[in-house]
């Protein structure tokens, strides 16, 4: 089916109907919140936005955001949070989580989680604190950036506030470690329900469960039968499952018969690596979390990038069409059409491109080529 799409599609129509996936996944949003607390306060026509830099290219990249946002006049005010995984110091947090209780609406970077610490990874616990539950990325080719397969274009609704990442590990006896994995029926449907109501309001046609159901009996086996359950409130809408393994196969053989994922918290999270690899790498895929009153928008590949820190040579498409989602969860359309544009029209004509995609320009020089299609 996705083949089909793909052949329908002309070279430079791609592009509108990317744009259009994107306006429509917007507007399915406010569903998911109750209609007072969907949308920021405004005042004197500006919105107050949150913005957490994070760690690694997150300063740069935000950067590159805030530049076009300026130059554009985009009416919002950025209320900047540094929070740092790398420090001792975890005010941050408190501080980014009750700025984001305030604003409602979130761009973010990633933060720095040590693998050699015993403290929990900041992201999850802002995710938690804030039951940002829902996690969607958007894997589709970019027209102009090779990849090894096209017709490339599904969505990844991911579980973000259980499972794998409940964050329960205890050593029992020494040598003999419990990890606790968390599944329930409340967390599953609703996450399933997200990626139902996602479909339906961006004409997908079929969901796919990914589990491990032939291992986890129960744990998966709920999430499995959970999500088969949900869909039966959505016909017209396909339902079908894959084991995570086969998935993963799936992804890098044929991933043009995925339309729409849903997948507990770690599966969700190695798939979306697989997915930002087929379409050309992290620098080049938007993503968003969604709680019922809070929306942050970020990169869907969590990378923080901090062996490039600091050279400006990081790309930040991801960044800018995170945002450019952001814009339009505000309804500032007109600006989300117009930076998403030459965004893609600034890497289709090629001549400016970061390292990731076989350029030498640096995220500076992007930027500036952005803002030059902005006023040209
Ligand atoms: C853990 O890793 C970080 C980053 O690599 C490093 O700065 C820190 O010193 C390490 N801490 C310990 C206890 O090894
Ligand atoms: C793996 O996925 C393919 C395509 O979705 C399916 O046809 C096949 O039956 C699956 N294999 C197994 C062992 O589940």
């Known amino acids: 089916m996705a083949d089909t799409r793909h052949q329908a599609e002309k070279p430079g129509y791609t592009l509108v109907f990317f744009l259009r996936i994107y306006s429509d996944n917007i507007r399915s949003l406010a569903t ?19 913005l957490i830099p994070g760690d690694g290219i997150g300063k740069e990249i935000t950067d590159s955001v805030q530049t076009i946002f300026k130059d554009q006049r985009v009416p919002i005010n950025w209320e900047v949070v540094d929070v740092s995984g790398l420090s001792e110091d975890h005010q941050g947090v408190t501080e980014a989580v009750n700025s ?83 599944m329930t029926r409340f967390k599953s449907e609703r996450i399933a329900k997200f990626a139902f109501d996602f479909a339906k309001k961006n004409n997908r046609q079929l969901v796919t469960a990914i589990h491990k159901a032939n291992i986890m009996k129960l744990g998966d086996g709920l999430f499995r039968t959970t999500v088969k359950d949900v869909g039966q409130d ?31 918290n770690l599966y969700g999270s190695i798939l979306s690596n697989i997915g930002a690899a087929l379409i050309g790498g992290p620098g ?19 990378h923080v990038g901090l062996d490039i820190k600091g050279q400006n040579t990081a790309n930040p498409t991801a960044m800018i ?42 995220t500076t020089e992007f930027t500036e080529a952005i803002l030059a299609k902005l006023n040209a």
């Open 321 to 362: 069409l995170s945002a450019t989602m952001l814009l339009r969860h505000l309804g500032l359309n007109s600006h989300a059409d117009k930076i998403s544009q030459a965004t893609h029209d600034v890497i289709l004509e090629g001549n400016v491109r970061t390292r990731d995609i076989g350029g030498t320009s640096t």
């Open 32 to 50: 998911f919140a109750s209609p007072e607390s969907v949308l920021p306060k405004k005042y004197g026509g500006t919105y107050t936005v949150t």
């Open 100 to 182: 984001l209780k305030r604003n409602k609406v979130g761009l973010k970077g990633i933060l720095y989680t040590p693998t050699n610490k015993t403290h929990k990874s900041l992201n999850v616990a802002l995710r938690k604190e804030l039951d940002i539950y829902a996690s969607l990325v958007l894997i589709k080719n970019i027209p102009g950036v090779k990849s090894r397969l096209d017709g490339i274009d599904f969505a990844l609704v991911r579980e973000n506030t259980e499972g794998e990442y409940s964050g329960l590990e205890h050593q029992s006896v020494p040598g003999v470690v419990e990890s606790l994995k968390i």
């Open 234 to 264: 959505y016909p017209g809408i396909e339902v079908n499952d894959l084991i995570v393994d086969n998935a993963s196969m799936q992804a890098v053989a044929k991933p043009q018969q995925f339309d729409v994922l849903v997948t507990p």
């Open 284 to 302: 080049l895929v938007p993503g968003a979390n969604f709680g019922r009153e809070y929306a942050v928008f970020e990169p869907g590949c969590r």
